[in-house]
């Protein structure tokens, strides 16, 4: 998951600090970020000077197509489930309940746009597709890729990319230095996610290997996960690759984590599309999304968004371009 200003987010349980950028309170820049490995080191950089009520102040609502909407969101606020940290895709500012990072950005943008609002509900990745079934929630935002798998369930908007990496500790004392260095060790991923399936897939291969497989912990949220990294209970976390730069950018100023860098995979491993989720029977719905979307790439205030939290943005909105197998 998930993947994405200078006020502290604590993350429950631990004693683990994240330093977001506060969106929409202020202006100010990321810093650049260094990933380090065998083959070299990849730097990300930062977006300029942001401030979301700025952006969403320059954004023009379109009476047409709000009008479009289902009626049942032309008088409800649209619910959009989301798990909840997953920098610098969804935080929270410091220790209140307002969401803030990209998702939150964008669906702000989006109602926006729409004339309509958006309201985030914490939900745990692995039932965040039940929430939707059960009517609890009407749509994903949480770095959630968009894969033939989930195809069979949800219709998804794609607004970005993203790809794996493994988040190890600063200095990378096991040497982590590719995924065949992973084979016999302790690893840790977030439950539900990609990169469990992801990490299952690899034990199969190294056991056609003749490789000694990895022990997979999974853990309920992506703050369980650091805190096993930063304890030792396993080597790396594996992790969507824009929130392990990100964390490894923010968390104790840069000086707990790193990314390990694979020159031959710079953005990470099995970089695949990532999607708002619509239940397939909510068509109407994805539609308007999709329009939506679109009307703020072409207007620029999608760039601006995408670009101050470093991630990689999409040309055009597109509906269900995944084609990774995935779950």
């Not at 349980?13 to 380090?36: E, R, W, Y």
């Not at 490894?248 to 000086?255: E, F, K, L, S």
């Not at 710079?266 to 308007?288: C, E, F, H, M, W």
């Amino acid at each position: 998951m998930k993947k994405r200003y200078l006020l502290l987010i604590a993350l429950a349980l631990t004693a683990l600090i994240i330093t977001p950028i506060l969106a929409g309170c202020g202006t100010s820049s990321n810093k650049a970020t260094t990933t380090t490995g065998a083959g070299g080191t990849t730097t990300t950089g930062a977006s300029a000077s942001y401030d979301l009520k700025t952006v969403l102040a320059g954004i023009t609502a379109d009476a047409s197509l709000k009008a479009q909407l289902p009626a049942k969101y032309q008088t409800a606020n649209i619910k959009v489930a989301s798990d909840i940290p997953y920098p610098p895709w969804e935080m929270y500012v410091g220790d209140t309940k307002q969401a803030t990072g990209f998702d939150y950005d964008l669906s702000q943008a989006l109602g926006a746009k729409l004339g309509v609002k958006f309201d985030y509900v914490e939900t745990k990745f692995d039932a965040i597709i039940l929430s939707l079934q059960a009517g609890k929630n009407d749509i994903v935002m949480s770095d959630m890729y968009d894969n033939k798998e989930r195809q069979k369930t949800l219709d998804f908007v794609d607004y970005a990319e993203d790809g794996t990496s493994a988040l190890v500790l600063k200095g990378n004392p096991n040497k982590i230095v590719g995924l065949d260095t992973l084979a016999g060790k302790s690893v840790g991923c977030e439950k539900g996610t990609t990169q469990a399936i992801f990490l299952d897939s690899l034990n199969k291969k190294f056991a056609t290997e003749g490789k000694a497989k990895m022990t997979i912990n999974q853990y309920p949220d992506q703050p369980s996960a650091l805190l096993a990294v930063k304890s030792g209970r396993v080597v790396c976390d594996l992790t969507d690759h824009s929130t392990a730069s990100y964390v490894a950018q923010t968390q104790d100023n840069g000086t707990t984590f790193e990314v390990v860098a694979d020159p031959a995979n710079p953005q990470g491993y099995d970089s695949q599309p990532v999607g708002i989720g619509v239940l397939k029977a909510n068509s109407q719905l994805l539609d308007v999304l999709q329009k939506a979307l679109q009307a703020l790439i072409d207007d620029g205030s999608y760039k601006k968004i995408v670009d101050h939290y470093g991630l990689i943005s999409v040309a055009k909105a597109q509906v269900n371009s995944g084609t990774a197998s995935g779950s």
